[in-house]
Structures are given as C-alpha cells and as structure tokens.
C-alpha cells in the first residue's frame, strides 16, 4: 500500500472494539484517518459526506446488522471495501456476508496488528483489481463500439473462424 493515509469508516456499537481497531492499525504501522460511527444510520450519514478506502463494519449494531447494512451500502452504489467483524464465528454468516458484498469477514478474536493488517490490504488491494477489471471491461466495450460503428459507416461486416469447432 502506498505510505499515504488510509482513509477508514468503523461502524461499531462497541466502543472497546473500535478501539481496539484503532490501536491495532498503529501498531502494524498503518497511516489511517479513521471516522467513526456507533449506529449503521450514522455510518450512512457519514458515506453520503465522505469517501473512505475501507469500512470496517460490526455484525451486531443497534439499529441493523452488518449484512443488512452491507446491502444497503451496496445499494447505493458504494463500492468501498467492506470487513464485516464479529464476535460470531458462525459460518452461515460468513458466507451471507461475502455473497453480499463483503471484502472479507474477521472474528473480533483476529482484531490483532498481523490480523488487521493482512485484511485491510487485501481488501483494499482486491478492490483495486477489480476497479482494474471494470476499467478494461469498460475500454473494451468502448473499443468494440467503434469497430461495430466503423464497420458500419464502411460497410463492412467482419468474420471469426473457431480453430477448435471448425466452424465460420
């Protein structure tokens, strides 16, 4: 990761936890601007003021759960990296939080330097390859919108043979 500052939502009924978070972060020499938020409403609030790098967000919260609340993020269309952290090694839940949209899903048992430090980078990394993906995805389609428009003012049409099936 590069050495600037790692731009951090923590949404954590638990003071003690988010704390924990905090300091485990510093300890594994991670530069992070944390905000923080005890109720997924308020963790909303602060999303539709801000852009953050990644969000770390509690299974349990007052108002929601962190799936639900995962979900709703994704309905807005923000695809920061989410870690869902929980006290539950349940998992049923894992697997909900991931096909949700979650980066990654960390016991509050691994909320250690090594722990928090391997989840955020890779969390963080893996957003960047798929940022990557969508970006080719997107040069792609643009790439073949030409050719399609190009073919078509020329009036020409275009051909592919299967080497494998032997057919035009």
């Known amino acids: 990761m590069p050495n600037s500052e790692i731009k951090l939502l923590i949404i954590d009924d638990d003071l003690v936890d988010r704390l924990t978070i905090q300091r485990s972060l510093a300890k594994a020499n991670i530069a992070t601007v944390i905000d923080m938020a005890e109720k997924g409403n308020q963790g909303l609030s602060l999303l539709n003021k801000n852009i ?18 995962l979900r709703e993020i994704r309905s807005q269309g923000i695809d920061t990296p989410i870690i869902i952290v929980t006290s539950h090694g349940d998992e049923r839940v894992a697997v909900d939080a991931i096909r949700s949209g979650a980066s990654e899903y960390i016991s509050k048992n691994m909320l250690t330097p090594d722990g928090l430090s391997y989840s955020l980078r890779t969390a963080i990394k893996l957003a960047g390859i798929e940022r990557e993906r969508k970006a080719a995805e997107a040069a792609l389609l643009q790439s073949e919108n030409r050719l399609r428009e190009a073919q078509k003012l020329a009036k020409l049409g275009h051909w592919e043979y299967n080497l494998k099936t032997n057919k035009l």
Do not use: A, E, Q
């Open 52 to 69: 953050y790098d990644c969000i770390f967000i509690d299974y349990l919260l007052p108002d929601t759960n962190g799936v639900n609340l």
